[in-house]
């Protein structure tokens, strides 16, 4: 498929957050007043009647769709002005986001004309019928409200693109020596503390290695990257022979600190208090307490059960085996990433760009972005690039073949998808003069050199 893409336009106004609902469909029983349906609803201060006639409204969107489709409801609306997007979390439990589109602003004889262009939670808190069962509606509606006050302060709409649609896993590249000298750290630290149930270990906000399911896990790091680390940082310290504190007894000397848990392990009366976080395993939700401890850019996430309340005692002993041998693996990690990256050179500035993922292990890869955070993406591209690879995306989805789409764009850019096996690549070429069989050729080139080891169907 190949296409020609041309845009121009005066000003824009990203997209934004317009209401975000939760409320229980009343079709899972007796009929109730229409008001106590409503969990949670943002803003507040939007009048009663109001939030009742949209509620409403997006349920009987739901009910209708059911019509054509009863195992697979309504997922989105789109309207000139806004988008609707549903999704049931639980059975009966329905979230609805209602987004602003863009509008760009044109001007026709001198006057304006707007065009609008129509194109974690479970983690910490559990699930909707727990928290019902622990104490009614009212604790519901009341974790509601504390987790959606502050997750809803971190939606940047403007700043997301295909990178959030997936909310993939970045993997940090390594030896197969460093792996192993990771694995027998993790196998270490979990004799040691034979507590710990799970483990996960990152280095530069990148994973390397996770005893969770994949879809804990993307949930896990999604918190870890956008919220947790982002609150901690601190200029890095790299290599041996920087300083080190000397503070623990024995003289055992580290980088470490707890991210969560205990500020000060020499304050008696410091509190231990963890956060708590649910993991589905089998058929159940399994409580835990969550232990994020770092030394330089290594982190170590120990996950122990909710119900063996973590000491001072506790908290010393870990602090005293983890931190002297992280900071150690820390310095290893780095050295050996620097060696690698002197073995093979300075990259020269390439004429593709690229982003991957693959479904079965949530893996990305991006060389578009520059920095990507909640607030802020940098992208090396076009916004209108990024909007194509968002509706090549938007293609995909919607058959089960593999397919490749081949977009022909403003200037001298190229665009091409590839969907194969449970994996997705973009690329986006800048090359004045060719035609659509050396761009095949090109991307061809770039698989066999940045991915040689995965297979793309021709």
Not at 33 to 46: A, C, Q, R, S
Not at 202 to 214: A, H, P, R, T, V
Request: one cysteine or more; proline letters at 5%.
């Amino acid at each position: 498929m190949i296409m020609q893409i041309l845009s121009a336009a005066l000003e824009t106004f990203p997209t934004a957050l317009l209401s975000w609902t939760v409320w229980k469909c009343s079709a899972c029983g007796r009929a109730q007043p229409e008001e106590k349906k409503i969990l949670f609803y943002h803003p507040n201060e939007v009048e009663k009647n109001e939030k009742i006639r949209n509620v409403g409204l997006c349920e009987a969107i739901v009910q209708f769709t059911r019509t054509f489709s009863p195992t697979k409801p309504a997922k989105s609306l789109h309207t000139q002005k806004n988008r609707q997007f549903f999704h049931e979390p639980e059975e009966n439990f329905w979230m609805v986001m209602v987004v602003r589109n863009p509008i760009i602003e044109k001007h026709k004889d001198g006057k304006p004309v707007y065009e609008y262009q129509e194109e974690e939670l479970l983690l910490f808190n559990g699930t909707f019928l727990r928290a019902m069962e622990d104490g009614g509606v009212k604790v519901l509606k009341e974790r509601l409200e504390k987790f959606f006050h502050r997750y809803l302060q971190t939606l940047h709409l403007q700043s997301c693109d295909l990178l959030d649609v997936f909310c993939g896993i970045s993997f940090f590249p390594l030896d197969k020596m460093t792996y192993l000298k990771i694995q027998s750290f993790i196998n270490r630290m979990e004799e040691s503390l034979n507590i710990v149930k799970y483990t996960a270990f990152l280095y530069n906000d990148q994973l390397i290695w996770s005893g969770l399911e994949q879809d804990d896990m993307r949930i896990l790091y999604k918190y870890l990257t956008t919220s947790l680390f982002p609150r901690h940082m601190e200029p890095e310290l790299a290599g041996r022979d920087s300083p080190i504190r000397a503070e623990m007894p024995g003289n055992l000397q580290h980088y470490g600190r707890f991210l969560t848990g205990p500020l000060n392990l020499n304050d008696p009366e410091t509190k231990c208090r963890f956060p708590k976080i649910f993991v589905n395993t089998d058929d159940t939700y399994e409580e835990l307490h969550l232990i994020v401890y770092k030394a330089m850019s290594a982190a170590v996430c120990f996950m122990i059960d909710a119900s063996i309340p973590p000491t001072l005692e506790f908290c010393r002993k870990l602090d005293s085996i983890v931190g002297p041998q992280l900071t150690v693996l820390a310095s290893d990690i780095c050295e050996q990433y620097n060696i690698n990256k002197r073995i093979s050179g300075a990259e020269k500035e390439p004429q593709f760009k690229f982003i991957y993922f693959n479904h079965m292990n949530l893996a990305e890869k991006s060389t578009i972005h520059m920095r990507k955070t909640p607030s802020v993406s940098l992208a090396s591209v076009h916004p209108d690039l990024m909007k194509i690879l968002g509706d090549i995306n938007s293609d995909f989805s919607r058959v089960d073949e593999d397919e490749e789409i081949i977009v022909k764009a403003m200037s001298d850019y190229w665009v091409v998808g590839k969907k194969s096996d449970q994996r997705e690549l973009y690329v986006i070429l800048n090359q004045k003069n060719v035609n659509l069989i050396e761009v095949n050729e090109e991307v061809k080139k770039l698989c066999a050199t940045q991915f040689n080891n995965i297979f793309f169907l021709d």
